[in-house]
């Protein structure tokens, strides 16, 4: 019988596979060591205290469901504008993958967090921005699938992340206005 040293067999093919040396130094690093699932949290837990720091209103909702907590179907809101928030580490190619954009869901904006080694950049669109492509050509992620699609953006598309206070304060301002005038218009 043959005997194989799979420890080692799994170590070469790791060296093979190796993030960009982009993500081995950097103040972010940290990002990468956590699970996937886990990265939105690390971005949810940054915007909320980011909010806290700037005495920015914002709710996170989560409400009980069958003995166990669930998130309710947005993740945070700001100023009153109910937030889907994206967090994506920069790939290879120097852009950012935010995945798992869905439509079918009720929120009002997106919220994208990017993270590169030493930089965080953002961006807000409209539910209507992502549905209509204008906030950029969405991807579906699954071939064939029409629920989930994935959003690429360079950091030139997006604002640093000390632009955050000024930039959320103009984007809730000119949904809500809209929504509001949207909302008065139909009530005629």
Known sequence: MLSLDYKKLFIEALKKNTDSPKWNKGDFIGIKTVS????????QAFIESLCDTLS???NFPVKENNERLTQSPWDIEIYGV???????TEDTSGSFQFDHLRYHRPYDAVLCLGVT???LYFRMWSKADVVTGKAGNLVSMEKGANASYKLTKKPSNLFPIVDFEQKIKEF??????LSQGITKGKKK
């Open 36 to 43: 996937n699932t886990k990265v939105g949290s690390v971005g």
């Open 117 to 119: 080694p030493n930089e």
């Open 82 to 88: 109910k937030f889907e928030l994206k967090t994506a």
């Open 56 to 58: 920015i209103p914002y």
């Open 172 to 177: 809730t301002n000119q949904f809500l206005t």
